[in-house]
């Protein structure tokens, strides 16, 4: 995966990140369930993320209606760091 996604960084953070592909996948689990976010400890993600426990915004919350803290889960990331895609293991 290296090279697909690119960070702009100024002095407030990360702006944007741009993609050659419009998804990243990881695996990991999951710590938290807050509304329409979900903190999931994962493993890294291509050259993108070294492996961290992070808080993800899920925009369709019926994603998560399935889902429990400790649940094993595979993720798709889109290139606003959304969580696209999310499945028990």
Do not use: C
């Amino acid at each position: 995966m290296k090279g697909e996604f690119s960070f702009e960084v100024s002095p407030e953070g990360i702006d944007f990140v741009s993609a050659e592909s419009a998804s990243l996948k990881g695996e990991g689990q999951i710590k938290r369930i807050r509304g329409s976010k979900v903190t999931i400890k994962h493993g890294a993600i291509g050259d993108l993320m070294p492996a961290m426990t992070m808080e993800y915004s899920v925009p369709d919350k019926q994603t998560l209606a399935s889902l429990k803290k400790g649940d094993n889960v595979l993720f798709t990331l889109n290139k606003d760091l959304e969580i696209i895609d999310l499945t028990s293991q």
